[in-house]
Nanobody, 121 residues
């Protein structure tokens, strides 16, 4: 059974940084990070395929960096210049096929348990 185990969530002040990690059992072509704030739909944060192609949601560009270590089956999300509106539960996700449509939760069939990120002003 494929599993994703995320870690690295926490509480920071506005302008701070956090790094999320996700350990994946097995290899997957497409991997990504999504987030969900209370009362809102899950939204795409960043997606990366095994060739290194990346897409970010517009509001994360320049602040978040997604990366992956294919040899170790690890996925990372470095978050900087965090804002209160970045608060939410962050999920790592994987898909066996291509990433299209990118940043769409429906593309991904395997999900981690989520990590809470709280940014205070």
């Amino acid at each position: 059974q494929v599993q994703l185990v995320g870690s690295g969530g926490g509480s920071v002040q506005s302008g701070g940084s956090l790094r999320l990690s996700c350990s994946v059992s097995g290899s997957h072509y497409c991997m990504g990070w999504f987030r969900q704030a209370p009362g809102k739909e899950r939204e795409g944060v960043a997606v990366i395929d095994s060739d290194g192609s990346i897409k970010y949601a517009d509001s994360m560009k320049g602040r978040f960096t997604i990366s992956r270590d294919n040899a170790k089956n690890l996925l990372y999300l470095q978050m900087s210049s965090l804002k209160p509106e970045d608060t939410g539960m962050y999920y790592c996700a994987a898909a066996a096929t291509d990433c299209d449509p990118w940043l769409n939760p429906g593309t991904f069939g395997i999900w981690g348990q989520g990590a809470q990120v709280t940014v205070s002003s």
